[in-house]
């Protein structure tokens, strides 16, 4: 990519083909899936994807003198796989100390100074079948929630802790200490400031943890335990000490997910800000801190809807001042020490950074960023949030993205792809994406469309999408293309659908339902429900009963695009990870067969070694250019 201004002469060339200076390559080496930021005095760490690297995670470390450097080197990748999604898989302590979990074995490792990492956890009977996450480390100790895979399938988990002084390190492993279990799920461990007392969230099968979690305190001492706040249907996250009586905490029992504090009996409830906005985003991946205590007490939090930004709180008045940040939303991931914070931001037209702010001055530092070369930025799309109106009266959110070339324009009204996210319980953001920039600087307009069900706008629209998953975000999805032409943005004949696993559902359920699609893209989509349900990871293994009913076939036949295969009447494009434990292959499989069997144009293309979501430069190449080619042959078939 070239970061000189293009000329700004225009030339007139079909859509699709746009000279553009953003390759293949580029997407595919971007996106180093910035996370999980740490802080301790002047130093920082973060977690980093390296996808040149076959996806590789390593951890990034940023010293007082402003030196950068990587703790982690090949083969070791620090990436957990509890839950599939995995999640902070790093914690530090003063004076250089690291322990992660590699990814090969699950086992966590220890590394001191400059040495090799040394193993800290027993090595299981069953590969990989001890896992950990949220990790932190306190008082020589470990904590972490600990994922155990039995020979018969089933999975327990529990929280534990693992002492950084065992002599048994570097050898057999130092055996973890089992605190908490008896619950299927657990997140958020944290330890009072006097250490008698662990604050955790739990909840069981059939919820998911944005249904219904439970906050529980157990006494270190005796292990017992009981319940502060939280049931079946409110979504309790993120514990933190205030003190040693009292936590912080988030709920959405009011509708939204706000901020409050609590004795640790249950006592003393009290709204320390209460608002129609999101404090927390959905928790799909363990160790996310939507909020930090800085050193004179204040919390440093997110809030908002959709894009979350940041801002001062305090708990004593309930005051909330914002901060002036030049980034337009944040990944609900920070960490503070004293008036430092650290978190992960993004802009539409800014790539995802790690960033230090000073809370007293109110300075902000830019540390890394996952995209270190842009284009010019007239080849980058300006996001537009709008709000359409779907089938009886609803108002749904979505983000446009027009074309932008300054080299190049089309005639007539250019072609559109309507981004379904994942999920579903997920949602999109203004953020900048090379890929996206891929298809909009080559004359391709994106909607991605934030269907009802999508966190980020309270629990009401969440719940929207209870027993309606294949009707609402179907719906919502087919009102977004004909928002597009009746505002006259978009080609009537020329709009596509896209997603990803719960975003590929929607898109092959989209092209079974509506002739408003010229073709659909579906990255390991979800095709048939009583196969899911059979097969997919223990985490939504019942998500499904809430997202559609108990199984039911006349029920599932009625939404899964598999059983309405014969009503596809656009060409469609199917990839598909071979190692994938959350959408398998065989969903793909099936109904590439089934278009196949009722003569409907399909393409599936396979990619040895990648699991739910493509991690691999190669992979996203390769990805990138089907999917261009299949646009350019829809969007001009027969013209």
């Known amino acids: 990519m070239s970061p000189e201004r293009p000329p700004t002469r225009t030339t007139t060339v079909p859509h699709t083909a746009w000279p553009s200076p953003i390759s293949t390559s580029d997407v595919a080496r971007a996106g180093l899936g910035l996370g999980f930021p740490s802080v301790l005095g002047d130093e920082v760490w973060w977690s980093e994807d390296r996808p040149a690297e076959g996806g590789r995670t390593t951890i990034m470390h940023r010293a007082?003198?402003?030196?950068?450097?990587?703790?982690?080197?090949?083969?070791?990748?620090?990436?957990?796989?509890?839950?599939?999604?995995?999640?902070?898989?790093?914690?530090?302590?003063?004076?250089?100390?690291?322990?992660?979990?590699?990814?090969?074995?699950?086992?966590?490792?220890?590394?001191?100074?400059?040495?090799?990492?040394?193993?800290?956890?027993?090595?299981?009977?069953?590969?990989?079948?001890?896992?950990?996450?949220?990790?932190?480390?306190?008082?020589?100790?470990?904590?972490?929630?600990?994922?155990?895979?039995?020979?018969?399938g089933k999975v327990d988990r529990a929280i534990v802790s693992i002492s950084l002084d065992d002599p048994a390190i570097g050898h057999a492993g130092a055996e973890?200490?089992?605190?908490?279990?008896?619950?299927?799920?657990?997140?958020?461990?944290?330890?009072?400031?006097?250490?008698?007392?662990?604050?955790?969230?739990?909840?069981?099968?059939?919820?998911?943890?944005?249904?219904?979690?439970?906050?529980?305190?157990?006494?270190?001492?005796?292990?017992?335990?009981?319940m502060v706040k939280g049931g079946q249907t409110e979504s309790v996250l993120a514990p933190r000490w205030r003190d040693d009586r009292h936590l912080y905490l988030i709920s959405d029992w009011s509708g939204?997910?706000?901020?409050?504090?609590?004795?640790?009996?249950?006592?003393?409830?009290?709204?320390?800000?209460?608002?129609?906005?999101?404090?927390?985003?959905?928790?799909?991946?363990?160790?996310?801190?939507?909020?930090?205590?800085?050193?004179?007490?204040?919390?440093?939090?997110?809030?908002?809807?959709?894009?979350?930004?940041?801002?001062?709180?305090?708990?004593?008045?309930?005051?909330?001042?914002?901060?002036?940040?030049?980034?337009?939303?944040?990944?609900?991931?920070?960490?503070?020490?004293?008036m430092t914070l650290t978190g992960i931001a993004y802009g539409a037209a800014v790539p995802g950074s790690v960033v230090r702010i000073d809370a007293v001055t109110g300075r902000v530092e830019g540390l890394r960023r996952d995209v270190e070369e842009?284009?010019?930025?007239?080849?980058?799309?300006?996001?537009?949030?709008?709000?359409?109106?779907?089938?009886?009266?609803?108002?749904?959110?979505?983000?446009?993205?027009?074309?932008?070339?300054?080299?190049?324009?089309?005639?007539?009204?250019p072609p559109y792809v309507v981004a379904v996210h994942g999920g579903p319980t997920a949602h999109a953001v203004r953020a900048l994406d090379l890929e996206r920039a891929f298809f909009t600087s080559r004359g391709i307009g994106i909607i991605d469309v934030n269907y009802g069900g999508s966190s980020g706008y309270g629990r009401a629209y969440r719940e929207r999408l209870r027993g309606q998953w294949g009707v609402i975000d179907v719906e919502d999805t087919i009102a977004a293309a004909e928002w597009l032409v009746a505002e006259g943005l978009a080609d009537e004949t020329r709009i596509a659908v896209r997603g990803g696993s719960a975003g590929g559902w929607t898109a092959l359920a989209a092209c079974c339902a509506s002739r408003a699609f010229a073709g659909g893209v579906s990255y390991y989509g979800v095709s048939a429900l009583a196969p899911l349900n059979a097969t997919?990871?223990?985490?939504?293994?019942?998500?499904?009963?809430?997202?559609?009913?108990?199984?039911?076939?006349?029920?599932?036949?009625?939404?899964?695009?598999?059983?309405?295969?014969?009503?596809?009447?656009?060409?469609?494009?199917?990839?598909?990870?071979?190692?994938?434990?959350?959408?398998?292959?065989?969903?793909?499989?099936?109904?590439?067969?089934?278009?196949?069997?009722?003569?409907?144009?399909?393409?599936?293309?396979?990619?040895?070694?990648?699991?739910?979501?493509?991690?691999?430069?190669?992979?996203?190449?390769?990805?990138?250019?089907?999917?261009?080619?299949?646009y350019q042959q829809i969007f001009w078939a027969g013209r």
């Open 536 to 630: 997919t990871h223990d985490f939504e293994s019942r998500y499904v009963e809430w997202l559609v009913g108990a199984e039911d076939p006349v029920l599932y036949a009625s939404r899964e695009p598999l059983a309405r295969a014969g009503d596809v009447r656009c060409p469609m494009l199917l990839l598909q990870g071979l190692d994938d434990p959350v959408v398998p292959p065989a969903q793909s499989e099936a109904f590439a067969a089934a278009l196949a069997e009722h003569g409907v144009p399909c393409t599936y293309l396979t990619f040895e070694g990648e699991s739910h979501g493509f991690r691999r430069a190669e992979t996203r190449s390769a990805a990138l250019a089907a999917e261009l080619a299949f």
């Open 374 to 413: 842009l284009p010019d930025i007239a080849y980058l799309p300006e996001a537009r949030a709008v709000e359409i109106e779907s089938r009886f009266g609803r108002r749904v959110h979505a983000i446009v993205y027009p074309p932008a070339n300054p080299v190049a324009k089309g005639e007539g009204l």
């Open 64 to 152: 007082a003198d402003g030196t950068r450097r990587e703790l982690l080197a090949a083969p070791w990748s620090a990436r957990s796989r509890v839950h599939e999604y995995g999640g902070r898989s790093y914690a530090v302590a003063p004076g250089g100390l690291l322990v992660f979990a590699n990814h090969a074995d699950q086992r966590l490792y220890l590394v001191t100074a400059d040495a090799e990492p040394v193993a800290l956890t027993p090595d299981p009977e069953r590969h990989a079948g001890l896992r950990y996450a949220d990790l932190h480390i306190r008082d020589g100790h470990v904590w972490a929630v600990r994922e155990r895979h039995h020979d018969d």
């Open 256 to 338: 939204w997910w706000n901020l409050y504090q609590i004795g640790i009996y249950g006592t003393s409830l009290q709204a320390l800000h209460p608002a129609e906005e999101e404090f927390a985003g959905a928790l799909w991946r363990l160790g996310y801190a939507p909020y930090a205590v800085l050193g004179d007490g204040r919390l440093a939090v997110l809030h908002g809807r959709g894009d979350l930004r940041p801002a001062i709180l305090d708990p004593d008045t309930g005051t909330l001042t914002d901060l002036d940040v030049p980034y337009d939303g944040w990944v609900p991931s920070l960490a503070a020490d004293g």
């Open 176 to 226: 973890p200490i089992e605190h908490v279990t008896g619950s299927d799920f657990y997140a958020f461990p944290t330890i009072s400031p006097d250490g008698a007392h662990l604050a955790y969230i739990c909840w069981n099968h059939p919820r998911m943890p944005w249904q219904g979690t439970e906050l529980r305190v157990t006494r270190l001492a005796d292990g017992h335990s009981w």
